[in-house]
């Protein structure tokens, strides 16, 4: 039987899940899909891509540091790509054309809302960063309703171009942003979309953001406990949680748009848990 060809394109590369994943979920699902992880040169990304589906390849997902270059090189976006500023996720329609989609904001809220259980709507947001990773979940994150969303950065300027960008898709929610040193109040979630984590970094935060029932979500994943979160338990905080649900998450919405089928995902996640 022939496989029809995915890959996942990054640079570097070698440390990707993906593979895996996706593997998991062919198998699951019975597709006869090949995926595989491809490094492209940091000055080659768009020849990468039109290489790759010259040779019949199917679709992309773009990681780390092309999403952006993705989005630009696009002949169409979807409306949650165009908001997002950037794509995870490339296939062409029927004429050929390059489309672009966005899957990691539906991949955060899903495993918030679906295998954490942490309720939205209505609820004080706090997420930390303004780049790239902050910028492709607000929209999903706002279509949530919740009562309040601070964006908080280090330059405080960035935080509040986000804020302006999103500002018609807040509706009733309170959207607004801040240095990091700014919140001095407890929050029923906050969100780390910052990448200071993985080298160990900590955004100068106050303690008091954290409160007794406050969740905390890092969307940086590891095999240990993330620096973020180590920090968020020092502050007592007793609902900590890493990106890894996101990633499987963002992938699966991806193998969906691809394939027209969405697989189950906890069995993916309890799976790497144990890996």
Request: proline fraction near 5%; aromatic fraction near 6%.
């Amino acid at each position: 039987m022939s496989h029809d060809l995915y890959a996942v394109v990054g640079h570097p590369i070698s440390h990707s899940k993906s593979p895996r994943i996706h593997s998991l979920f062919a198998r699951q699902t019975g597709q006869a899909v090949e995926y595989t992880a491809i490094q492209a040169p940091l000055d080659g990304f768009a020849d990468t891509v039109r290489q790759f589906f010259a040779r019949g390849g199917k679709g992309l997902n773009v990681t780390v540091p092309f999403k952006e270059e993705a989005w630009r090189l696009a002949e169409r976006r979807t409306a949650r790509a165009e908001l997002a500023g950037a794509a995870n996720t490339l296939f062409q329609d029927p004429d050929g054309a390059l489309v672009a989609d966005n899957t990691d904001g539906v991949g955060l809220v899903r495993d918030l809302t679906v295998n954490l259980d942490v309720a939205l709507g209505g609820r004080r947001l706090l997420v930390l960063g303004a780049g790239g990773a902050v910028r492709g979940v607000l929209g999903p994150l706002l279509a949530e309703r919740p009562m309040e969303l601070v964006i908080a950065n280090r330059t405080l300027a960035k935080a509040e171009a986000l804020a302006r960008l999103f500002a018609r898709e807040a509706d009733s929610t309170r959207l607004g942003a801040c240095g990091f040193e700014t919140p001095a109040a407890p929050f029923d979630l906050i969100i780390n979309g910052t990448s200071a984590s993985l080298q160990g970094d900590l955004p100068p935060l106050s303690a008091n953001v954290i409160g007794a029932d406050t969740v905390v979500y890092d969307m940086m994943y590891s095999l240990q406990t993330t620096t973020f979160n180590q920090w968020a338990l020092a502050q007592g905080a007793t609902r900590v949680h890493d990106g890894l649900g996101m990633l499987v998450e963002q992938a699966a919405e991806s193998f969906r748009v691809w394939r027209g089928v969405r697989p189950e995902t906890a069995p993916v996640i309890e799976q790497l848990r144990t890996e």
